[in-house]
């Protein structure tokens, strides 16, 4: 018998017949943590009563997040956080957050400590690959499926295949893990990676800190993986330290492993990526885009809007103002991050540039609220989607960046490459 994939062993660790995990089969698998949000929980709330289930698997591995249409925009927005919030109270769930409280919930789900090393997140939207980027596995599913998870604590599923993603080298500057995964997708189309999981490894790993590592896990769906999983280190294990979690051994793959397909991507070549619209996999270099003129800045959401990123914006912004006719919006992506950023001044450096700061929240990265477009109005955005329609009007359009990117665009009013930016900056300070 050949040996295991991270994937692999991470599911047979959760799963009542481990002989049997192999890509492909047909398993069984009890997760450690269900997710639902605003949008998704309100479905699973009314197919989990149809079934006659009276009482959560264990309530204190559910999380419920008002992230979506939150803050409540709309009557039909504040009656689906109503039935969140009394379900949660119904059961005695702990594990319920709204804006003030908690945050995007891929994001706040690792700032709560609920995920790590070795574990499984059950989650009804497609982002939980988010998961990945703690040597776990996060798994979407749909609001039906839940419902069953919620009741019964475990789901069947199919064993993806696993694609490994070896890391060589060190990324330059301004290249971010949006820039890595954004290289992935547009090499491997928006279905290259169908029915897999990509497993990130290789020496390159020791040189992408935490966050870094959640902005490549975040949007491996959009290359059509089913899930991902980095490898754990010594980053990945101080991570779980600072956030309280007791230590556990990374898991990693067997020598003789079998994979799908094994990608190389050298971090020593990569410049920044932009992904032009409609589809994250339409990734070109920077300088390609050179002159393209923006409506609106976008920097958050559960890909971008860690703290990192907003040091980043706040690195461009330090001194200058968004472009006239230029709208920015910054989102922090949990109230954690919110404070920490108003702490170390970089909210008071994004506002007296002219950018507007939201409560957490993933209005307008789905074209909800709190930031959507109008026809024919161009973003430039640190979100996952960038399909015709998402962050607003159908003849609207948005471009996918990092955030160094986004924060030159702001200042530019059109897309550049973020070092002529700084180069700017420190030309003006010398002189």
């Not at 330059?172 to 820039?179: L, R, S």
């Not at 309280?244 to 050298?266: C, T």
């Not at 393209?292 to 958050?300: A, C, E, I």
């Not at 971008?304 to 706040?314: E, I, K, S």
Request: one cysteine or more.
């Amino acid at each position: 018998m050949t040996g295991r994939t991270i994937t692999e062993k991470i599911i047979a660790a959760h799963c009542a017949e481990p002989d049997s995990v192999r890509a492909g089969a047909i398993v069984t698998v009890r997760p450690d943590v269900v997710l639902l949000n605003d949008v998704s929980g309100p479905l699973a709330f009314t197919q989990f009563d149809a079934m006659g289930a009276t009482r959560p698997f264990d309530p204190a591995r559910i999380v419920l997040v008002a992230d979506h249409f939150a803050p409540a925009p709309d009557i039909v927005a504040a009656g689906a956080i109503a039935l969140t919030r009394e379900f949660a109270k119904r059961h005695a769930i702990p594990h319920f957050y709204e804006p003030g409280r908690g945050g995007i919930e891929h994001t706040l789900l690792a700032e709560l400590g609920m995920i790590g090393h070795g574990g499984i997140v059950f989650g009804a939207d497609s982002h939980t690959c988010t998961a990945g980027a703690f040597n776990a596995l996060g798994i979407g599913f749909g609001s039906t499926d839940l419902a069953a998870a919620l009741a019964m604590g475990q789901l069947w599923m199919r064993v993806p295949d696993s694609v490994r993603v070896v890391l060589t080298g060190a990324p330059g500057p301004y290249v971010t893990g949006k820039d890595i995964i954004l290289d992935i997708i547009r090499r491997m189309g928006s279905d290259g990676a169908a029915d897999a999981s990509l497993e990130f490894g290789g020496p390159g790993l020791r040189h992408l800190p935490v966050d870094a590592r959640m902005a490549i896990a975040n949007m491996a769906v959009e290359a059509g993986a089913d899930t991902c999983v980095f490898e754990g280190d010594d980053l990945s294990a101080a991570d779980m330290a600072r956030r309280g979690m007791a230590p556990v051994a990374a898991v990693a793959p067997d020598p003789d492993a079998r994979y799908r397909e094994v990608i190389h991507v050298d971090l020593d070549r990569l410049s920044p990526i932009v992904a032009c619209p409609p589809s994250p996999a339409a990734g070109v270099p920077v300088e390609q885009l050179r002159g393209q003129k923006v409506d609106q800045v976008y920097v958050g959401n559960c890909s971008n809007g860690t703290l990192t990123d907003l040091r980043q914006v706040a690195d461009i912004l330090r001194g200058r103002r968004v472009a006239p006719g230029v709208r920015m919006v910054v989102v922090p992506a949990t109230q954690k991050i919110w404070r920490a950023a108003l702490a170390e001044g970089l909210l008071d450096i994004i506002a007296e540039a002219g950018a507007a700061i939201s409560t957490p929240t993933c209005g307008a990265c789905f074209g909800g609220h709190m930031g959507i477009l109008a026809a024919g109005e161009t973003a430039i955005a640190t979100t996952n989607r960038n399909y015709r329609g998402r962050m607003g009007h159908p003849d609207s359009q948005v471009f996918l960046a990092n955030a160094w990117v986004a924060a030159a665009a702001a200042v530019a009013g059109e897309i550049v490459p973020p070092g002529e930016i700084a180069a700017r900056i420190l030309t003006e300070t010398a002189a």
